[in-house]
């Protein structure tokens, strides 16, 4: 049967379903291809079609349909329709049974379970063939991104970064390289740049490989403090100040607008960058200004899509001061990197230009907030710091126990959680990160959290593993 051609109109008898209507139809199509009642490359119902004949839902008939393309048995081509896929039907995923071995030293946006949204993702994606061609896959890109995809990230920072062109983004190849980028530019080896005292070991990382010599600036219960930031700059004179001002990586605090401007307010009398890290800047409903929309002529602002989208993108966009800035940075990143990825790139514009990134946004907003009610319910609120919009925990740890041991005693539940060593400029506090994403499920996050707060509630001696 040609591509083109249409079968007799498929309608599987669901009136006798027991269960889920959208996995009755996945289960009829899979048993009819199986059975050769449908042949490959044959097209199926459209989907309004298909809902109006079986008498339900539009939506139920999405999900259908979606579920069918996790098992491999169909395809969506742009603007042809849904047909039997040309490869073996693969079984349908089965979820593992909660066990309570959980990494949450992994920071991930949580899975969220819509099937329509994972279709219309794929799709997305699939359609690239036919708007971008082999260009797409067989040309090299300019190093701070095409035009388009430039577009595309001003476009997806114009909320948070009122009147934000193209002319001042570049692409890079995640937030990771933008840091690698910025820093390298700004400094020399033997400089001294500052940062939060308990910041982002990436950070951490290219300082180090660079040969930066990194300060703490203290905080407190509402982030950098500006009088500590003040003094270091009259005494030490800083490239640069790093820092990640929403729902902080590691400890989830928000720095409020008066420190906001109190510290930008420093930096431009002292003539210090900012380098702003806005990983988790998306996920506020109601973000406190960025840095960068406060002073855009300073700051070096760095929205990555990892924790707002998808982490398989590795794509970071690049708010900079100018178009002088922008020249010199596309330098570096040449130089480093070549070029974010034009695949990558591509995904990330057509998801923000067709709404799909607002609607993953959307969705991965919704299930942290799930997850974080989970946290609130099994952890004891005197020792969690969360901020509700995030999907990582900061956990300090009853005076009886030491980060090491704590972390060990869960490593052999099978549990891995990151201790505040890693973050530390100076003394590590008793503390330890938990990501609440990286669980596959919720029931997999309660149990999990569950022994977490368990050994808690135990003294490292009622809990020695030592024989």
Not at 80 to 92: C, D, E, I, L, M
Not at 105 to 132: V, Y
Not at 256 to 271: F, G, N
């Amino acid at each position: 049967m040609s591509d083109d051609q249409a079968a007799p109109f498929w309608a599987p008898s669901i009136s006798r379903v027991a269960g889920p209507v959208y996995l009755a139809i996945a289960d009829a199509l899979q048993a009819d291809i199986r059975a050769g009642r449908l042949a490959i490359g044959a097209r199926l119902p459209p989907q309004r079609a298909l809902a109006e004949a079986l008498g339900i839902d539009f939506t139920t008939v999405t999900r259908a349909y979606a579920e069918a393309r996790k098992r491999g048995l169909v395809e969506g081509r742009v603007g042809q329709g849904t047909y039997v896929s040309q490869g073996r039907a693969a079984p349908p995923r089965q979820k593992s049974i909660p066990s309570g071995l959980v990494d949450m030293s992994m920071n991930l946006p949580p899975r969220f379970d819509d099937e329509a949204l994972t279709e219309r993702m794929w799709q997305g994606i699939s359609g690239l063939e036919f708007s971008d061609g082999l260009d797409l896959l067989l040309r090299y890109q300019q190093p701070g991104g095409a035009v388009r995809d430039r577009a595309a990230g001003a476009e997806w920072l114009s909320g948070r970064l009122p009147g934000i062109g193209p002319e001042r983004i570049l692409v890079c190849p995640g937030a990771q390289g933008a840091i690698l980028a910025i820093t390298r530019m700004l400094t020399a080896p033997g400089d001294t740049v500052c940062a939060e005292a308990l910041t982002y070991p990436g950070f951490l990382s290219v300082a180090a490989h660079l040969r930066l010599n990194v300060a703490a600036i203290e905080t407190d219960d509402k982030g950098l403090i500006p009088e500590t930031f003040e003094e270091f700059c009259l005494s030490r004179r800083p490239k640069a100040l790093y820092c990640n001002p929403t729902i902080n990586n590691p400890t989830t605090i928000t720095l409020p607008l008066s420190r906001r401007k109190a510290i930008l307010d420093i930096a431009a009398r002292y003539d210090v960058a900012v380098i702003e890290d806005d990983a988790y800047g998306a996920l506020p409903i109601q973000p406190v200004a960025p840095l960068a929309a406060l002073a855009p002529e300073r700051v070096y602002h760095i929205a990555g899509l990892a924790k707002c989208l998808s982490p398989a993108l590795r794509i970071a966009y690049l708010a900079l001061p100018d178009l002088r800035a922008a020249t010199r940075l596309a330098g570096v990143i040449r130089a480093t990197a070549a070029m974010a990825s034009p695949l990558s790139a591509a995904i990330a514009s057509r998801w923000i230009e067709d709404g799909t990134a607002e609607a993953v946004l959307a969705a991965i907003r919704q299930e942290t907030k799930a997850r974080q009610a989970i946290a609130a319910e099994l952890l004891p609120a005197a020792n969690l710091l969360v901020d509700p919009e995030g999907f990582h925990a900061w956990l300090r740890l009853p005076s009886e126990w030491s980060r090491g041991e704590f972390t060990a005693r869960l490593r052999s539940a099978g549990i891995g959680v990151v201790a505040s060593d890693a973050f530390a400029l100076g003394p590590a506090p008793e503390a330890v990160r938990l990501g609440l994403g990286v669980a596959e499920d919720r029931d997999h996050l309660r149990q999990s959290l569950g022994i977490v707060a368990d050994l808690l509630a135990e003294t490292p001696a009622a809990s020695a593993i030592v024989i």
